[in-house]
């Protein structure tokens, strides 16, 4: 069983995990991440690189943005178990809204404090001419975003 740890970074003020990964010569070998803005999202991406650990998958740090991820890897693997008019509002959704707010944020630092401002951003000033979007709306924008990132 694979061991981990969560620890602050007090120089940059940020989180970072360490987990011992069992190499096949049998040396030791550690995994690590930095950069979490929040120790509750560095404990979720540890649970995560331990699952993969003890599955025996891949753990490579998730340095993807959020918008890479969207636009590169999961509308791509939705395309074909949507209709063409829902993608094509996924598409707009996420270029329009998510892409010019969240974009640049890695995946592994998206958390749900995050969201619930971006949320708000969207209820307040979603539009960009100081008016917010409509609830339902919002709603939209949540029930299309990928299971983990809502």
């Known amino acids: ?5 969560v620890r602050q970074d007090v120089e940059r003020g940020t989180w970072l995990l360490v987990v011992d990964v ?3 010569d049998g040396t030791r070998r550690q995994h690590r ?5 929040t120790k509750k999202a560095a404990q979720h991406r540890l649970t995560e690189v331990l699952a993969a650990v003890d599955r025996g998958g891949d753990v490579r740090p998730a340095r993807v943005t959020l918008g890479e991820f969207l636009v590169d890897e999961w509308l791509p693997a939705r395309a074909r178990s ?3 008019s829902t993608l094509a509002s996924c598409e ?13 944020v890695a995946v592994a630092g998206v958390d749900g404090p995050m969201l619930n401002r971006f949320y708000g951003d969207l209820l307040e000033r979603g539009r960009g001419d100081g008016q917010g979007l409509s609830a339902k709306s919002v709603r ?5 975003a990928p299971q983990g990132v809502r």
């Open 1 to 5: 069983m694979s061991r981990g740890s």
């Open 22 to 24: 069992p190499s096949p």
């Open 140 to 144: 939209e924008h949540r029930r299309a």
């Open 92 to 104: 707009v959704l996420i270029g329009a809204y998510v892409v010019p707010r969240l974009g640049g």
């Open 82 to 84: 949507l209709r063409p």
């Open 33 to 37: 991440e930095r950069g979490f803005q």
